[in-house]
């Protein structure tokens, strides 16, 4: 299995490589709705192009990576 900060990582690579940006929520409580969450922010606009109010979990983060968008 792979290690969640290598996944990480790699996931934050293959945003990077479409012009994206991966966020992760900074929340520390377990009980907050955004806790262990991710966003994918365009970084030529800076804005969310996934994640919406409570972000996604790092399975949909690869998905949408994966996803071919034309």
Known sequence: MEDAKIRENRMRRMAQRQGLRLIKSKRRDPRALDYGQYWLADISINGA???GQFGISLDEVEEFLM???G
């Open 49 to 51: 192009v996934a994640g």
């Open 67 to 69: 996803a071919e968008r």
